[in-house]
């Protein structure tokens, strides 16, 4: 499975590309697309080939829910971390050799 984020088109020369990863240029090859590309463009590239074009609000949208999912994993990440810390500062200390024992009281 390949997963592709799209790059924005910033120029094209001939079947090649120059597109941008926010912030990073890179070279795509026009080659295998049918339809014709223009500046603002964006594609989604497997191996140095655009194998999708997107409309610009496709691609910013796309990129939006990224940046979405980037966020909630992040969230999750630092949640769980926190959650596991709490618990080894809140739990009890280990009993020292099972000597120590519960009373539980039944009411009759």
């Not at 989604?44 to 997107?54: E, K, Q, V, Y």
């Not at 609000?57 to 994993?73: K, M, P, Q, Y």
């Not at 080894?88 to 120590?100: Q, R, V």
Request: overall charge negative; proline content about 5%; charged content about 25%.
């Amino acid at each position: 499975m390949c997963l592709a984020a799209p790059a924005r088109v910033i120029s094209i020369s001939g079947n090649t590309a120059t597109v941008d990863y926010g912030g990073v240029e890179t070279m795509a090859r026009l080659d295998t697309l049918p339809e014709e590309i223009s500046v603002g463009d964006y594609l989604l590239i497997h191996t140095g080939f655009a194998i999708r074009r997107l409309s610009p609000e496709d691609g910013e949208e796309t990129l939006r829910l990224f940046d979405e999912l980037a966020v909630s994993l992040e969230l999750e990440r630092f949640s769980t971390e926190e959650n596991a810390e709490e618990a080894s500062t809140s739990a009890p200390p280990a009993s020292g050799g099972g000597t120590e024992r519960s009373e539980i009281a039944f009411d009759d």
